[in-house]
């Protein structure tokens, strides 16, 4: 399934530099950018040969890079867990209850799981609340559960959610390509899951979802929202969880073949694209 859902971290925080009216300071803006299965060396600035992705290189040049980093799990919920609790995930009772027979083995949730991120847990939105006024989104990939009002804007403390519970294979779909053919075969499809979900806030509004689309639209709603929170005269944290480059690789058609790696090369350009994009609305909102 996802052996390493999880191999690299990109963590941006914006300090916005805008003063009000008298000169009283502003707390920062908060951007997150989580890319889902990115390998360590899959950057050019990293030591990837042929993978271009000028946005992200240009952003590591001018900011700070990290080369030594710990995660908090090698897969998925419980590495997201520890990112917004900054916890062990075991401390915030992270783990799998499905009635799949392996659920003793599993530490990601699935469509069928029950478990996820529990009510008396603080998170990053809720502590950035108390500290400033905040309006925070979590756009993109979740998976930190979806029942029991486990999503975002429930146990998570988010105010805006746009994207997914868990990651983008886990649905009986009509469109995945070679890259997740055996898996939805085998597993997807026999154990009769819906399809790939795209939520807004509590509601499905679209399943299966269009998955060649979404990084794109992920994309505008990151821009749309630090916008009407600039309107707003508020502070933004936004976490924004790419579903690619985990499988099933689907980036936008316009965008196949710009990398001579393949599809992979395809989805991680897409990325670059869109953190471009971010980073020019930042720009326009007063972020340096």
Not at 34 to 42: N, S, T, V
Not at 113 to 123: K, R
Not at 208 to 231: D, G, V
Not at 267 to 274: G, L, N, P, Q, W
Request: glycine share 10%; with cysteine.
């Amino acid at each position: 399934l996802m052996i390493r859902c999880l191999l690299f971290l990109l963590f941006l925080c914006f300090c916005v530099g805008l003063e009000q009216t008298g000169g009283e300071s502003l707390s920062p803006d908060f951007v997150i950018l989580l890319a889902d299965d990115l390998g360590y060396g899959d950057l050019p600035d990293w030591g990837h040969p042929t993978i271009e992705a000028p946005h992200l290189t240009r952003m590591g040049r001018e900011g700070l890079r990290f080369r030594q980093f710990y995660a908090g799990d090698s897969v998925c919920t419980p590495s997201r867990a520890a990112l917004l609790t900054s916890r062990f995930p075991i401390r915030s009772g992270i783990y799998s209850n499905s009635t799949w027979p392996r659920s003793s083995q599993l530490r990601v949730t699935f469509p069928i799981s029950t478990s996820g991120l529990g009510p008396d847990v603080l998170t990053l939105p809720e502590a950035l609340r108390e500290h400033g006024n905040y309006k925070s989104a979590l756009i993109g990939k979740w998976h930190l559960g979806h029942r029991n009002n486990s999503l975002p804007t429930q146990n998570g403390g988010f105010d805006y959610f746009y994207g997914s519970p868990f990651s983008n294979d886990m649905g009986c779909d009509t469109f995945q390509n070679h890259s997740a053919q055996l898996w939805n075969e085998t597993v997807a499809c026999k154990f009769e899951w819906p399809g790939f979900p795209l939520y807004r806030n509590t509601e499905i509004i679209e399943q299966p979802a269009h998955q060649p689309s979404l990084t794109s639209r992920y994309t505008r709603e990151t821009i749309e929202f630090l916008r009407a929170a600039k309107q707003q005269r508020r502070r933004a944290m936004v976490l924004l969880g790419y579903q690619h480059p985990h499988i099933p690789l689907n980036p936008h058609p316009s965008l196949l073949g710009k990398s001579l790696r393949g599809r992979y090369g395809d989805a991680v350009f897409e990325i670059d694209e869109s953190v471009g994009a971010i980073l020019n609305q930042l720009r326009r909102v007063g972020a340096r």
